[in-house]
């Protein structure tokens, strides 16, 4: 089964985003309930148990909004995606304004480390997608990289893409 770095040629060199996501930590609504700590998700509109991922997602979310401009009705969160006849969940998937899924996003917990692994499980998503940019965080690394399907390569950025 292939997925779509494995695919393209080249080897790029991975570079490092450095987005200091915790500075966007004022702009998260966070409360304790029922001996939990809970987050509020603006996109799907309720409270969820505070983890670590969910953590990095939401102050990814809040960096696409406040830093770079994105639309919240352009954002997906944690939806089903069928890959090659398995159920998947994909963390974060941004639309473009013609709606078309525009940049895909694997957000990990900060102690787990982003790894080839991380970029094969985000390609595999990306499969029926073919979204023009791929970004995996874990709220300290982030990498972020265009794909170009037609020369069959992609390169990494020194920043996210602004909003399409």
């Known amino acids: 089964m292939q997925d779509s770095l494995s695919c393209l040629s080249g080897n790029p060199v991975k570079i490092m985003i450095e987005l200091n996501l915790m500075s966007f930590k004022e ?75 525009f940049m895909l996003v694997e957000c990990k917990a900060p102690h787990v480390d982003i790894t080839d692994f991380t970029f094969r499980q985000i390609a595999q998503y990306n499969l029926p997608l073919r979204v023009n940019y791929l970004l995996v965080t874990n709220g300290i690394k982030t990498y972020c990289c265009r794909m170009d399907y037609a020369e069959e390569s992609y390169e990494f950025l020194p920043s996210v893409p602004d909003s399409a």
């Open 27 to 101: 702009h998260l609504q966070i409360k304790r309930e029922n001996g939990q700590q809970m987050i509020f998700d603006p996109v799907r509109r309720k409270w969820l148990v505070l983890q670590p991922e969910e953590l990095v997602r939401q102050l990814l979310v809040q960096y696409l909004l406040v830093e770079k401009g994105y639309n919240k009705n352009r954002i997906a969160l944690e939806k089903l995606l069928i890959v090659n006849e398995l159920e998947r969940r994909f963390d974060v998937l941004v639309y473009d304004a013609d709606t078309r899924p």
